[in-house]
């Protein structure tokens, strides 16, 4: 399925009112990961309260160790400090990233924010490398904008 195919779909999981927000954010997981073949693991991480740490929200694929990631440590860490995507096409070349899986080749993170504040982020592992574009850059941008309405 096309970026452009799982838009309305995002959409309209995300738009649904009789769905709590966890739940929805669940759905969209599962949406990417099941519809995108290189997506291997999709979840999202927010910020805890006035805490510089990060806790891991909705998710889908195997889980992780990593429940609790304070700011700066891993890719997401990082993402939290920085307020930009960061594409790591090799995570074998990063010094500073949180192994959750020795299959994980590549991973990209997109910040989500409200109201101008970076409240969380989107986080996906793919098992091949060099695995994102700018075109999933963008997807994922697309989809915290519509996550971001929720709060």
């Known amino acids: 399925m096309t ?11 995300l738009t649904n009112t009789d769905t709590l927000r966890d ?12 519809n995108i073949d290189y997506y291997d693991w999709v979840g999202f991480y927010f910020k805890n309260g006035d805490k510089e740490e990060l806790i891991l929200g909705p998710f889908a ?6 429940t609790v990631i304070p700011f700066g440590k891993g890719i ?13 096409p090799d995570v074998a070349t990063q010094d500073n990233y ?14 989500l924010f409200v109201d101008g504040e970076n409240v ?3 986080d996906i592992d793919s098992n091949i490398k060099d695995a994102f574009s700018d075109l999933d850059e963008h997807f994922l941008e697309f ?6 309405k929720l709060f």
């Open 143 to 148: 989809v915290n904008t519509e996550v971001a």
């Open 98 to 111: 949180i192994s959750c899986n020795i299959n994980v080749k590549s991973e990209i993170v997109v910040p």
């Open 23 to 34: 739940e929805k954010l669940k759905q969209v997981c599962h949406l990417l990961k099941d």
């Open 120 to 122: 969380g982020q989107i």
């Open 76 to 88: 997401c860490g990082q993402v939290a400090v920085s307020n930009k995507n960061f594409v790591v």
């Open 3 to 13: 970026f452009e195919e799982l838009k309305p779909k995002v959409t309209d999981i």
């Open 61 to 66: 694929g195997e889980p992780t160790d990593h």
